[in-house]
């Protein structure tokens, strides 16, 4: 889905969904969409309390 998709679907600007992406991205140490999706595929997110969490390599 696109960041223009997104924001439509949310009643939100485009810039306000790059920026909560820039965030995520900046707090899971990662730099695409494209690793994103490789993490989610992965079993490398677990959702706890309501947020993503990484899971460290080792520990899977």
Do not use: W
């Not at 993490?39 to 309390?49: A, S, T, Y």
Request: aromatic residues 4%.
């Amino acid at each position: 889905m696109s960041n223009e998709a997104v924001a439509r679907r949310l009643d939100i600007s485009t810039r306000t969904v790059t920026t909560h992406l820039s965030n995520i991205y900046r707090k899971l140490e990662i730099g695409s969409r494209d690793e994103l999706t490789d993490l989610v595929r992965e079993g490398q997110l677990l959702l706890v309390g309501g947020c993503f969490v990484r899971v460290p390599r080792g520990c899977r």
